[in-house]
């Protein structure tokens, strides 16, 4: 059957589709893409399911609850997987589409990355029992595992970087025609060099932060993969500058907070925690700095980068593709070493107008509602793929 034909087929009978996520919410800034992507599938007049163990009601999809056993990570992925792909093949659909390391669709989502390569940066930070427990972990087990079963068996993969599309095809040799690489979108209106005059005063003046300091901002949960030692260190080998360091996202701040102090740069550090309007905070800042481990694509980064904000990260994530050099902002080599970071601090410091310029005309190139596009096309291409 060729194009024609299959769009005259699509034309004439709703299609179903079936999304996988665990906890599923269009609402809130993380799950924008997601909304975007539902909407405009809503409006292509197709009939959407979505199979999740938690989910946010939403009209027009109807909801499949698929329980999972929660008490450890191992056994809450296991069942989540098992029973996901039970529950989907007691009902015909014309996709599938998981965001979840799942068994049983037709595109993959690989928005985790690969867990394989995450495994490998990991043993270079941390102790010798710490590396032996990966090898024996029922959790690491049993994902390597799944993952390259999900790799080897789904018929297309959505990469959200070149990184983890070049990472999926050195572990799992899995055929580049396979994957397709949609790079992460943002909300272009949300995060806007025009938020500065509505909330850089506001918020500073909330946090007592004066208009002369320079105010560093860090965005991301999970602090030791996020590079915050990092990021402290550098700060430490900082002179000439009156800095604030923002630090917000979920983690030990106790741990953080400690190093800190020994390093007697404290003062110049504020924990915020989580933060529901983010874009207040990056309309507070001079510059983002983020000196990941690991991330696929961080979408932190790419909200600064749109918010007018020069970007500091590592080649280790996904966004630093979007990255030139001394342009948009740096990408560090050497994710742990703090000098290299101070250095590239106080560059970027002297050039925040032109560099910031610069960000948000490249994040200009990725709409969210293109990202969204791009995958609806890569979803109807699968389908014509089944129904020839």
């Known amino acids: 059957m060729g194009d024609e034909e299959g769009s005259k087929l699509r034309v004439q009978s709703k299609m179903r589709l079936a999304f996988i996520k665990k906890r599923f919410s269009i609402y809130g800034g993380a799950e924008k893409y997601l909304q975007t992507l539902i909407q405009q599938l809503k409006n292509s ?17 109807a909801f499949h609850r698929v329980n999972i056993i929660p008490f450890t990570s191992f056994l809450s992925t296991l069942t ?23 068994t049983c669709q037709d595109i993959y989502r690989a928005g985790e990355g690969c867990h394989a390569e995450w495994l490998k940066i990991r043993s270079t930070a ?44 050195d572990y799992y040799a899995v055929p580049k025609e396979n994957i ?41 949960s ?66 983002f700095v983020l000196p990941t481990l690991y991330d696929p694509f961080s979408n932190a980064t790419l909200e600064a980068m749109a918010s007018g904000i020069p970007v500091i990260t590592t080649k280790n994530n996904g966004a630093a593709e979007l990255i030139d050099n001394g ?5 560090m080599h050497d994710m742990f070493d703090a000098h290299e970071l101070a250095e590239k601090i106080n560059t970027s ?31 109807e291409t699968t389908q014509l793929t089944k129904i020839i």
């Open 45 to 61: 007049n197709y009939e959407i399911h979505v199979f999740a163990n938690q989910w946010s009601e939403e009209k027009g999809i």
């Open 80 to 102: 989540f997987d098992r029973n996901s792909k039970v529950k989907i093949q007691k009902s015909k659909f014309d996709c599938v589409i998981s965001f979840e390391r799942t």
């Open 126 to 169: 941390e102790r010798y029992y710490k590396r032996l427990s990966f090898k024996i972990n029922p959790l690491h087990i049993y994902m390597l595992k799944l993952e390259k079963e999900i790799f080897t068996n789904t018929k297309l993969i959505v990469a959200n970087s070149e990184m983890v599309k070049k990472q999926i095809i």
């Open 180 to 220: 397709t690489v949609i790079y992460n979108g943002v909300d272009l209106k949300r995060f806007s060099p025009q938020n500065k005059e509505k909330w850089r005063k506001d918020v500073r003046d909330s946090l007592n932060i004066s208009e002369d300091t320079k105010v560093l901002l860090f965005v991301g």
């Open 222 to 287: 999970g602090f030791k993969r996020k590079g915050l030692k990092t990021f402290i260190n550098a700060i430490a080998s900082i002179n000439g500058h009156n800095l604030k360091a923002l630090i917000i996202g979920k983690g030990n701040t106790d741990k953080y907070k400690a190093i800190a102090k020994k390093l007697g740069v404290l003062h110049h550090i504020m924990f915020l925690g989580i933060q529901k309007e983010i874009e207040r905070f990056y309309a507070s800042a001079d510059l």
């Open 327 to 331: 342009c948009e902002g740096f990408v």
């Open 349 to 379: 410091l002297k050039n925040l107008n032109a560099m910031g310029g610069k960000a948000r005309e490249k994040a200009e190139a990725f709409p969210i509602e293109v990202a969204a596009e791009k995958f609806v096309k890569a979803i």
